[in-house]
């Protein structure tokens, strides 16, 4: 398996939300474990106290989401489950990596947008860390 998307690595994702979550109630994560990508935040993914989950399957589909101008990708885990994800890569390189038939391991955390935001207090599914391998047996 090869990384090809660390979040601790996403500086302008990072500042994006910060700046989101410190200047209004619509948008951006509420803060229960720090500010997004602080310190304090690593530290709490770090000891666990925010809790990493892993997802290990297929990628299925690559395509563009939205209005046709986001790039996403679908996998179907070992266990069955089907969803989506945005296609995140720390290169143009390595971004080419997502090809479907192989296989996928995603890492995130689970963070609550502000109870103001557009979506109310759901359930956001932070991606900190993403791993492409070659085809699945």
């Known amino acids: ?16 939300v910060q700046r989101a979550t410190l200047n209004t109630e619509k948008f951006g994560v509420q803060q229960t474990h720090g500010l997004f990508g602080s310190p304090e935040w690593w530290s709490k993914i770090d000891s666990g106290e925010l809790p990493i989950h892993r997802l290990r399957g297929t990628i299925t589909k690559v395509y563009m989401g939205s209005m046709n101008d986001w790039p996403e990708f679908a996998m179907r885990a070992d266990t069955g489950e089907d969803s989506s994800w945005s296609r995140y890569a720390d290169s143009k390189e390595l971004a080419e990596s997502y090809t479907v038939g ?25 991606v900190i860390k993403i791993r492409v391998g070659s085809t699945a047996p």
């Open 102 to 126: 192989h296989r996928i391991e995603l890492d995130y955390v689970i963070q609550h947008f502000k109870p103001k935001s557009w979506s109310g207090d759901s359930e956001n599914k932070v």
């Open 1 to 16: 398996m090869v990384t090809i998307y660390q979040l601790r690595n996403d500086k302008e994702h990072i500042a994006k």
